[in-house]
Structure formats: structure tokens, C-alpha cells
């Protein structure tokens, strides 16, 4: 299956540890979206990748949320002391650089802070 | 900046048909997309308009007018199937100058026998 793959699907956390999430996009899409989204809620938009570099971060994510993509190919989102207010799916986006930007979305990490 | 605006429910029947509308008011305008996602599943992409005017993809179609920020996706020959969330987005240009797909809130669809 060559689509869009994120690990893990669910996580489960106390309050105040820090969780990792990973995404591995379409092999050759240049671009990775990060997103949240809560129930009732469409995507809200956390940060962007073109290629390696970070080329966007919304103004909404708090410096308790970072996010990396290395060599340009898979990206991790980690989240430091996490909150109850953290409970949200973690959903992952590629998209190839040129054309319609249509986005291909991963299944999603579902966290839950407890 | 933007805001996206669309309908937070809707309800039709079988075999209908239904109109879905989103209205913006972004930056930078270059884009828009629709996507559908089915409770508990990632959005799957629909259609997509730069230019002024109706796109059409089997039973789904997709209108857009830049000079009224306006858009809709229509679906004709409704399915039970249908019944899922429709997710309007905007490619609008952000701080960093880059174009991002930022999506509104969703219409939940509800299709009756």
C-alpha cells in the first residue's frame, strides 16, 4: 500500500507526559501537513513541511508541540506535557508540489490525555 | 487569514438531490477543495476549483464564484452511502507565505431512506 501511514492509531496518555506521533507520506510528495481535528470539528492546522524545511506553524500551537521531518520523507509530531485539552485526532496530509494540491490523508492518531 | 463558513447540518432522502454551500473570506485566495469523511475516517478529497464555474464528476459537482466567496458541492442521485461529513477548504496564503488548505468546521450530511 503506498498511501499515507501514521503511527500509532491510538495513544493513550496521562497528563503531563510527552508523546511522539509518526507519519510517513506518499513517497513523492515534497509537501506534509500536520492537522487536529476534534469531534463536530473540521481539520485545524498545525504546521507545514516543503521537503525538509518547516515553512509554516500556526500561531494556535504552543511551544509545547514541535515537529520534524529529517531527511524530508517521514515526520514526527511530538507533543511535551501533554493536557487534557491535547485529546484530539492527530491527522496527517501529503500532497505532490505541483497541480491541483490535492491532499492524501493518513487514518490518523486518535489521542486521548487522561 | 480566513473564515470558512458552511451549513452544520443537513438532512435529504434518497435519491434527492442536495446542495452543500461554503462562503470565505481569505488573503490570498488559490484554491478550494472539498473532501468527504465518514465518522471516524480520514477526509477523502472531491473536487477542486481556481476558476469561476461548475466542475463536474459523476454525481458529484462542484461551483465556485471568486468574486462572491462563494462555493457548493452538489450531489445528485443521493445514497444512503453519502450520509458523512462534507468538508469545505481554502488554499489561502499564511504568515510564511506559503498556500495551506484551511478547512471549515464540516456539513454533516444525514441521508434517509
Known amino acids: 500500500d503506498t498511501g499515507v501511514s501514521q503511527d500509532p492509531r491510538h495513544k493513550i496518555t496521562k497528563r503531563g507526559q510527552n508523546v511522539t506521533f509518526r507519519c510517513d507520506p506518499i513517497?513523492?510528495?515534497?509537501?506534509l501537513y500536520w492537522y487536529r481535528q476534534t469531534l463536530g470539528q473540521g481539520p485545524e492546522f498545525l504546521t507545514y513541511?516543503?521537503?525538509?524545511?518547516?515553512?509554516?506553524k500556526s500561531r494556535l500551537l504552543s511551544d509545547r508541540f514541535s515537529a520534524e521531518r529529517p531527511k524530508g520523507s517521514f515526520s514526527t509530531l511530538e507533543i511535551q506535557r501533554t493536557e487534557q485539552g491535547d485529546s484530539a485526532m492527530y491527522l496527517c496530509?501529503?500532497?505532490f508540489g505541483t497541480g491541483s494540491y490535492e491532499q492524501y490523508f493518513g487514518p490518523g492518531t486518535r489521542l486521548t490525555v487522561t | 487569514g480566513q473564515n470558512i463558513d458552511q451549513p452544520t447540518e443537513m438532512t435529504a432522502t434518497e435519491g434527492a438531490i442536495v446542495q452543500i454551500n461554503c462562503t470565505y473570506q481569505?488573503?490570498?485566495?488559490?484554491?478550494l477543495f472539498w473532501y468527504q469523511q465518514h465518522a471516524g475516517e480520514a477526509p477523502t478529497f472531491l473536487s477542486y476549483?481556481?476558476?469561476?464555474g461548475l466542475e463536474e464528476k459523476g454525481r458529484f459537482s462542484s461551483f465556485l464564484s471568486r468574486s462572491k466567496g462563494y462555493s457548493y458541492l452538489l450531489l445528485k442521485e443521493l445514497q444512503m452511502k453519502d450520509s458523512a461529513s462534507y468538508l469545505c477548504?481554502?488554499?489561502?496564503?499564511?504568515?510564511?507565505?506559503?498556500?495551506?488548505?484551511?478547512f471549515g468546521r464540516g456539513t454533516s450530511l444525514i441521508v434517509h431512506p
Open positions: 496530509a501529503s500532497s
Open positions: 513517497s513523492e510528495h515534497n509537501r
Open positions: 476549483n481556481v476558476l469561476d
Open positions: 513541511f516543503q521537503n525538509e524545511a518547516q515553512l509554516e
Open positions: 481569505t488573503s490570498g485566495f488559490n484554491g
Open positions: 477548504a481554502v488554499r489561502d496564503i499564511l504568515s510564511g507565505g506559503s498556500y495551506i488548505p484551511t
